[in-house]
Every structure is written in structure tokens, then in C-alpha cells.
């Protein structure tokens, strides 16, 4: 049984799991996909990590990261409220929680423990 295990391991290479380094030798498990930050310096390509794919509109979220990069999570406006769904990001002047909030991608005045801010360029 052991052998067989190590065989398939060989033959198949090794996966990684939520949160665990991952490339194009080293993929991740199904369900998850791997995310490699931007390559700003011309350097190899650095190496990503295992992650759950973006929620879309309408999907059940914790955090406006949950959601794909146009949108945001609902319970960022609602106090108290664990759960939402993804939703649009507000346009300038709605009240907002976190930069990632708005579509212009600055909410000004936040305090980061309520809905006090409100969406802008400045």
C-alpha cells in the first residue's frame, strides 16, 4: 500500500493546499487556484499561493476580498452582520467601510469600525 501511495506521488507530483505555495510544477487541488502576485521586476516568475476562487455577484462572502475585484462585500454595511453577498462597489460620495468599498477606490474619513466614510478621489 505504502509503495503504491509513493508511486502515485512520483508519477502525479504533490498538490498543495489552502494557503500553501504553489506554481506551475506544484498546482493546487482541485477547487482551489493559485494566485501569483504581480511581477513588477522582470525577475522569475515568484511563486503564488493555493486560494479559494473569487465570489461573484450574488455569492455569499465574509469580506469585500471574498468577492471578484469589481466588487465588494454587502456586510461591510450592515454593523454587526458576519455574512453577505458580493455587490457592486458605490460611486463617489456613497457612504463606505473600506477603500475597497468604492469604485473610485478611496473611501475618505474611514475610521475602519463603521460605515463613516464616504467615497472619493481626493
Do not use: W
Not at 11 to 17: K, Q
Not at 42 to 65: F, H, I, N, Q, W
Amino acid at each position: 500500500m505504502r509503495a503504491v501511495v509513493l508511486a502515485a506521488l512520483i508519477a502525479g507530483g504533490c498538490t498543495s493546499g489552502l494557503g500553501e505555495p504553489c506554481d506551475e510544477e506544484v498546482p493546487c487541488p482541485e477547487g482551489l487556484l493559485c494566485r501569483v502576485p504581480p511581477n513588477d521586476g522582470g525577475l522569475a516568475m515568484p511563486a503564488g499561493v493555493c486560494d479559494y476562487p473569487s465570489k461573484k455577484e450574488g455569492e455569499r462572502c465574509s469580506a469585500g476580498a471574498d468577492c471578484e475585484s469589481q466588487l465588494t462585500c454587502s456586510n461591510h454595511f450592515a454593523p454587526g452582520t458576519r455574512y453577505g453577498v458580493c455587490v457592486q462597489k458605490l460611486e463617489d460620495g456613497a457612504a463606505c467601510f473600506a477603500d475597497r468599498d468604492c469604485k473610485g477606490g478611496r473611501c475618505l474619513g474611514k475610521s475602519g469600525t463603521v460605515v463613516d466614510g464616504s467615497c472619493g478621489r481626493k
